[in-house]
């Protein structure tokens, strides 16, 4: 059976959320493998407040908990000993779907966030990077000219 640990600090689920995502209807996987450290998995669990109240947060933390556990013994020893830390962002369908749902999704979940990347990716972990700044959004408009009155006729 592999041991998974846990992530408690910030620095270490924001770095996860650099990493690669894996999205399903109830919950987003977010990972990314660790270099220079001890092997084995680290997993963390975000559940927002949009989600529901906190009786019904803390009731679908135990619920993804009780899958990790159910899934790590069924892990095979190459992905359990893989230094990866993965972060669980869950959303509401989490709290009424079916246990044996929640697992199979942790179960594709897993092996695709801790996936290693291409040789040459660079620290994005697989993500390609556009080379501009602005990428997706609108072209920006061209700048005024500094010697034109926008909007005043000439010798005014």
Same mark, same amino acid.
């Given at each position: 059976?592999?041991?998974?640990?846990?992530?408690?600090?910030?620095? @270490?689920? %924001?770095?996860?959320?650099?990493?690669?995502?894996?999205?399903?209807?109830?919950?987003?996987?977010?990972?990314? %493998?660790?270099?220079?450290? *001890?092997?084995? %998995?680290?997993?963390?669990?975000?559940?927002?407040?949009?989600?529901?109240?906190?009786?019904?947060? /803390?009731?679908?933390?135990?619920? %993804?908990?009780?899958?990790?556990?159910?899934?790590?013994?069924?892990?095979? $020893?190459?992905?359990?000993?893989?230094?990866? @830390?993965?972060?669980? !962002?869950?959303?509401? $369908?989490?709290?009424?779907? @079916?246990?044996?749902?929640?697992?199979? @999704?942790?179960?594709? *979940?897993?092996?695709? !966030?801790?996936?290693?990347?291409?040789? +040459? *990716? +660079?620290?994005?972990? &697989?993500?390609?990077?556009?080379?501009?700044?602005?990428? &997706?959004?609108?072209?920006?408009?061209? $700048?005024?000219?500094? /010697?034109?009155?926008?909007?005043?006729?000439? &010798?005014?």
């Amino acid at each position: 059976m592999a041991t998974i640990e846990r992530l408690k600090k910030r620095p @270490d689920f %924001l770095a996860a959320a650099a990493g690669r995502r894996y999205h399903t209807e109830r919950m987003t996987a977010q990972g990314i %493998l660790r270099s220079g450290e *001890a092997d084995g %998995l680290r997993l963390g669990f975000t559940v927002t407040k949009r989600v529901g109240h906190a009786t019904e947060r /803390n009731r679908i933390k135990r619920r %993804l908990r009780a899958a990790v556990t159910h899934v790590a013994a069924a892990l095979p $020893p190459d992905l359990a000993g893989r230094a990866a @830390d993965i972060v669980l !962002v869950a959303r509401r $369908p989490a709290l009424y779907a @079916d246990f044996a749902t929640l697992a199979d @999704d942790l179960r594709q *979940a897993i092996p695709a !966030v801790t996936r290693p990347g291409k040789a +040459g *990716a +660079g620290d994005a972990g &697989g993500r390609s990077k556009s080379s501009s700044p602005r990428s &997706g959004k609108r072209p920006a408009a061209p $700048p005024a000219s500094p /010697n034109k009155c926008v909007g005043v006729p000439d &010798g005014q």
